[in-house]
C-alpha cells in the first residue's frame, strides 16, 4: 500500500502562485508514477499534471501548461505542483495520485490508471 498526503492548499488572488505538495510513503519502490487531478463543485475530476518517479517524463494539460510545473523529490519520497498566474478556474480541490504500473505517456492523464489517491487541498483564487 501507498499512502498519500497532500499539503500546501489554499486562498489566493488572481495571478498568484502556490505550491502544493504531495508527500508518498509505504510501499513507495512501486511507485510508477505520480500525477495531481483537481475537481471543482459540479465538475468530473480532471487531470492536471504527471510525473514518472524517474523523472524522465512529465505530461501537463493543456490548460496549465506554461504556468504549473510538477516536480519530484526522490530522496523526500514528495512530488510538487508549482502553481504560477493562478486563474479564479484554477479553484478547485486538488489531488495527488500514484501509479504502480507503467504506462504509455497518452494514458497517464486517466484517473482510473491511478491506484492510491490523498484526501485533497483546496485551491481558491480569488478574482
Known amino acids: 500500500q501507498v499512502q498519500l498526503v497532500e499539503s500546501g492548499g489554499g486562498l489566493v488572488q488572481d495571478g498568484g502562485s502556490l505550491r502544493l505538495s504531495c508527500a508518498a510513503s509505504?510501499?513507495?519502490?512501486?511507485?510508477?508514477?505520480m500525477g495531481w487531478f483537481r475537481q471543482a463543485p459540479g465538475k468530473e475530476r480532471e487531470f492536471v499534471a504527471a510525473?514518472?518517479?524517474?523523472?524522465?517524463?512529465?505530461v501537463y494539460a493543456n490548460s496549465v501548461k506554461g504556468r504549473f510545473t510538477i516536480s519530484r523529490d526522490y530522496a523526500k519520497n514528495t512530488v510538487y505542483l508549482q502553481m504560477n498566474n493562478l486563474k479564479p478556474e484554477d479553484t478547485a480541490l486538488y489531488y495527488c495520485?500514484?501509479?504502480?504500473?507503467?504506462?504509455?505517456?497518452?494514458?497517464?492523464?486517466?484517473?482510473?490508471?491511478?491506484?492510491?489517491w490523498g484526501q485533497g487541498t483546496q485551491v481558491t483564487v480569488s478574482s
Open positions: 509505504g510501499r513507495t519502490s512501486r511507485i510508477y508514477a
Open positions: 510525473i514518472t518517479w524517474s523523472g524522465g517524463t512529465l
Open positions: 495520485a500514484a501509479k504502480e504500473f507503467s504506462t504509455t505517456t497518452q494514458t497517464m492523464g486517466l484517473k482510473s490508471q491511478y491506484d492510491y
